[in-house]
């Protein structure tokens, strides 16, 4: 009989499988009933697909072949408490190294001491030794052996009482002198970059993300606040969202969304940047998406999209692109500028790739076709045809001209003269990939229907 696998005896795990699930169910849905589906959403079907079968895989691994790791592997890869290869490892106060999950317990065990040296411990932070983990990599790659995700074999919930008080008294700080709150402020960001336990830590108390913005209030903000003590509290709320425990609890804390809508619109570049890459990671959840759309974002992320900062784009593009998959908020872009700002950058050859995919997304809503229309967009998504070498930067150009074509007479002509100049459009239905091949065959009916009422009359 097969062993409970990680599906059945992780309760976090499951959780995370069903959502998995339920989103790969939803967007299989959308290629399957939409006809006019677009790359991404494969490209999303095929990440979520890919992360379930890691789950699954890891609920499955042979006990032989852990034997086998462990018989083979180098000493220095052993972690001294287990005897086994280490998956996570990690460095103490002391210097030596131990696998995450069997040095968390030996702490939670209320032990203060190193395992290996006896010496007592100054502090529980365990920092991760990438050297030791990149040699362990290595020598599993070339042995053929899969090394498995150490997220998976560490758990959240493995921390020290000792760990949990810091933990409180930092957020009491938080409350407390400017320069209690800078301190604490930037212990909490270096403990939820190193510590996915700190993350899990504030799914513990409905207080602790209020308690943790608290420097943060309108009041403070609009009276001026320290940019350090800002872009510390903001990264930290970002570090927190990558949980997935934690998505739903920080979009749902009265005044998170406003106030990482604020950081969008002061601050340094830091600060606004990791302000939308915690949208994004925030936008994951379809309530989200929802949520964040509602309380006005897109209209700062947009802006900030405009000023076009090198180290904020991608992370800009990302929350707006994940936000306009659902239609509301298609329109609310569509409202707040995203068009005529997209055009621009992308007429000047700025960010194209991830600014095209957000276009072709928006080119289903008909005041974003009006508006490309009038703003000239057709001769720019023809020139990126003929001068791109990426198949999906031309398949979604011209799948916004086939929605184009579709919905605005009025650049018909312009799309002939291409045809009959360049004959852009048929090379595309001769060489491209199938929807754009698809596309472009629709565009050339189009175009010779009416080339053929023409000859008739």
């Known amino acids: 009989m097969e062993n409970p696998g990680v599906f059945e005896s992780d309760p976090t795990v499951m959780a995370k499988a069903t959502e998995l699930k339920r989103e790969l169910q939803?967007?299989?849905?959308?290629?399957?009933?939409?006809?006019?589906?677009?790359?991404?959403?494969?490209?999303?079907?095929?990440?979520?697909?890919?992360?379930?079968?890691?789950?699954?895989?890891?609920?499955?691994?042979?006990?032989?072949?852990?034997?086998?790791?462990?018989?083979?592997?180098?000493?220095?890869?052993?972690?001294?408490?287990?005897?086994?290869?280490?998956?996570?490892?990690?460095?103490?106060?002391?210097?030596?190294?131990?696998?995450?999950?069997?040095?968390?317990?030996?702490?939670?065990?209320?032990?203060?001491?190193?395992?290996?040296?006896?010496?007592?411990?100054?502090?529980?932070?365990?920092?991760?030794?990438?050297?030791?983990?990149g040699m362990i990599s290595q020598w599993c790659k070339s042995r053929g052996i899969e090394l498995s995700d150490p997220v998976y074999h560490v758990s959240e919930e493995a921390v020290t009482e000792s760990d949990r008080e810091h933990f409180l008294s930092l957020l009491e700080k938080m409350s407390s002198t400017l320069s209690e709150q800078k301190q604490a402020a930037r212990e909490l960001r270096l403990l939820t970059k190193r510590m996915p336990s700190f993350r899990?830590?504030?799914?513990?108390?409905?207080?602790?993300?209020?308690?943790?913005?608290?420097?943060?209030?309108?009041s403070r903000l609009q009276n001026g606040i320290h940019s350090d003590l800002l872009e510390d509290v903001i990264t930290t709320l970002l570090n927190l969202s990558i949980h997935d425990n934690n998505k739903k609890l920080v979009a749902e804390t009265p005044t998170a969304i406003s106030l990482l809508m604020e950081a969008l619109r002061s601050g340094t570049i830091e600060t606004r940047t990791n302000a939308a890459a915690a949208l994004f990671t925030l936008s994951a959840l379809d309530s989200n998406k929802v949520l964040i759309g509602t309380s006005g974002a897109l209209?700062?992320?947009?802006?900030?999209?405009?000023?076009?900062?090198?180290?904020?784009?991608?992370?800009?593009?990302?929350?707006?692109?994940?936000?306009?998959?659902?239609?509301?908020?298609?329109?609310?872009?569509?409202?707040?500028?995203?068009?005529?700002?997209?055009?621009?950058?992308?007429?000047?050859?700025?960010?194209?790739?991830?600014?095209?995919?957000?276009?072709?997304?928006?080119?289903?809503?008909?005041k974003a076709i009006e508006e490309m229309g009038e703003l000239g967009a057709v001769p720019c998504l023809l020139s990126i045809i003929r001068e791109s070498t990426c198949a999906r930067n031309k398949e979604n150009c011209i799948a916004i001209l086939h929605s184009i074509c579709l919905k605005d007479r009025t650049n018909w002509k312009e799309m002939r003269e291409e045809e009959n100049t360049h004959g852009t459009i048929s090379e595309l239905a001769e060489n491209g990939t199938s929807r754009a091949k698809r596309k472009a065959s629709g565009i050339l009916e189009r175009l010779n229907r009416i080339v053929n009422i023409v000859h008739t009359s």
């Open 26 to 133: 939803r967007l299989v849905r959308a290629i399957v009933d939409d006809e006019d589906y677009s790359v991404e959403t494969i490209d999303w079907a095929k990440e979520k697909l890919c992360a379930l079968k890691e789950l699954k895989l890891r609920g499955k691994r042979s006990p032989s072949l852990k034997l086998l790791e462990t018989l083979s592997c180098p000493e220095e890869f052993r972690c001294p408490l287990s005897k086994e290869l280490m998956r996570d490892p990690v460095i103490v106060g002391t210097g030596q190294t131990y696998d995450r999950a069997f040095i968390q317990k030996w702490l939670k065990a209320g032990n203060r001491t190193c395992p290996v040296t006896q010496h007592v411990l100054s502090h529980t932070i365990l920092t991760p030794n990438y050297l030791i983990r």
């Open 299 to 366: 209209k700062p992320l947009i802006d900030l999209l405009e000023e076009g900062h090198p180290k904020a784009m991608k992370d800009v593009a990302s929350a707006i692109f994940t936000l306009c998959m659902i239609s509301e908020n298609k329109a609310r872009a569509v409202r707040d500028g995203a068009v005529r700002v997209i055009l621009k950058k992308i007429t000047h050859r700025i960010f194209v790739d991830e600014l095209l995919s957000i276009l072709a997304m928006l080119s289903s809503h008909q």
């Open 200 to 218: 899990a830590l504030f799914g513990e108390s409905f207080d602790a993300i209020p308690q943790l913005l608290n420097p943060l209030s309108e």
